[in-house]
């Protein structure tokens, strides 16, 4: 099936668009046009465009959402200044960090 090259050039230019309109990108965005939408229409073969597509959404699926909590110094922070020959007041520890 052949696909229509005004339809190519409406999907390479959304996509051009998408990604911030790069320059020297052309032929990599055109051709992921076409292969996205042979995907589309049933005649591309074995593209993972689809399953790209429908993934894209769920990714990544492991990262747990942010705390939005301070961090807390690591355990060693002073030895770590110490070494590095530096005079730092103490950090607060972690249980005092906890009670403010």
């Known amino acids: 099936m052949q696909i229509d090259h005004r339809a190519i050039a409406e999907r390479a230019y959304q996509l051009w668009e998408s990604q911030g309109r790069p320059e020297g990108d052309h032929e ?3 051709m992921q046009a076409e292969r996205e939408l042979k ?3 049933g005649g591309g073969g ?3 465009a689809a ?3 429908s993934l894209k ?3 990544p699926a492991s990262d747990p959402p942010a705390s939005r909590l301070p ?3 690591p355990s060693n922070a002073e030895e ?3 070494a590095a020959g530096i ?3 103490p950090i607060a520890s972690s249980k005092e960090l906890e009670r403010s």
């Open 28 to 30: 990599q965005i055109w």
């Open 39 to 41: 995907a589309d229409s």
């Open 46 to 48: 074995s593209s993972t």
């Open 51 to 53: 399953v790209d597509k």
């Open 57 to 59: 959404d769920s990714f």
């Open 71 to 73: 961090d807390k110094p």
């Open 80 to 82: 770590k200044w110490r």
């Open 87 to 89: 005079d730092r007041e």
